[in-house]
T-cell receptor, first 115, second 113 residues
Framework: NAGVMQNPRHLVRRRGQEARLRCSPM?????VYWYRQLPEEGLKFMVY????????ESGMPKERFSAEFPKEGPSILRIQQVVRGDSAAYFC?????????????FGQGTRLTVV | AQRVTQPEKLLSVFKGAPVELKCNYS??????LFWYVQYSRQRLQLLLR??SRESIKGFTADLNKGETSFHLKKPFAQEEDSAMYYC???????????????FGKGTKLSVIP
């Protein structure tokens, strides 16, 4: 089991472009979480998804950000019309179940740089 | 709102010395607390959780509800303990069926040979 895979590891975008971040959860995991880490900050919750459903998007900015976890394929975090403030490390985690009794396993993150 | 505070950005100790990484939280309910570790160029991984009450790699952490703290301790630091350590608070929102982790900003532990 290769663990949670995120790609790309590094992504550079110009202001106004779109960024697509991918996350393949661990085999058998149907729960995916996205976190964002701004420089000098801790990880901040963005969104929690299960297959084909958004369970909690309370941490997502209201505009330009969206996430999906289709029936087949990886989870995608999409940022439209990126701005410099979107530069951060984006981490994905997956778990077998939801809630406090299951461990979340993290990917290595995608570092987004907006120039 | 819930919050996790790690007051030290950087902690340097000599090999063999005791280590204590501080973590305080604010939350009105019953918290679930974790320590995560990130070694150089590796992914974030769970080190321990308070409900397990176990010792991992010689580290322990006790939840002190009176002081709202969950400090991470190790009696004798090793060079391989050098890493970023994050304290996190887990919250379930049963109504929404959601679960979130709230992280502190992290403490970089540097063990000097």
């Amino acid at each position: 089991n290769a663990g949670v895979m995120q790609n790309p590891r590094h992504l550079v975008r110009r202001r106004g472009q779109e960024a697509r971040l991918r996350c393949s959860p661990m085999k058998g995991h149907s729960h995916v979480y996205w976190y964002r880490q701004l420089p000098e900050e801790g990880l901040k919750f963005m969104v929690y998804l299960q297959k084909e459903n958004i369970i909690d998007e309370s941490g997502m900015p209201k505009e330009r950000f969206s996430a999906e976890f289709p029936k087949e394929g990886p989870s995608i975090l999409r940022i439209q019309q990126v701005v410099r403030g979107d530069s951060a490390a984006y981490f994905c985690a997956s778990s077998l179940g939801g809630g406090m009794n299951t461990e979340a396993f993290f990917g290595q993150g995608t570092r987004l740089t907006v120039v | 709102a819930q919050r996790v505070t790690q007051p030290e950005k950087l902690l340097s100790v000599f090999k063999g010395a005791p280590v204590e990484l501080k973590c305080n939280y604010s939350y009105s309910g019953s918290p679930e607390l974790f320590w995560y570790v990130q070694y150089s160029r590796q992914r974030l991984q769970l080190l321990l959780r308070h409900i397990s009450r176990e010792s991992i790699k010689g580290f322990t952490a006790d939840l002190n509800k009176g002081e709202t703290s969950f400090h991470l301790k190790k009696p004798f630091a090793q060079e391989e303990d050098s890493a970023m350590y994050y304290c996190a608070l887990g919250l379930s929102y049963s109504g929404a069926g959601s679960y979130q982790l709230t992280f502190g900003k992290g403490t970089k532990l540097s063990v000097i040979p």
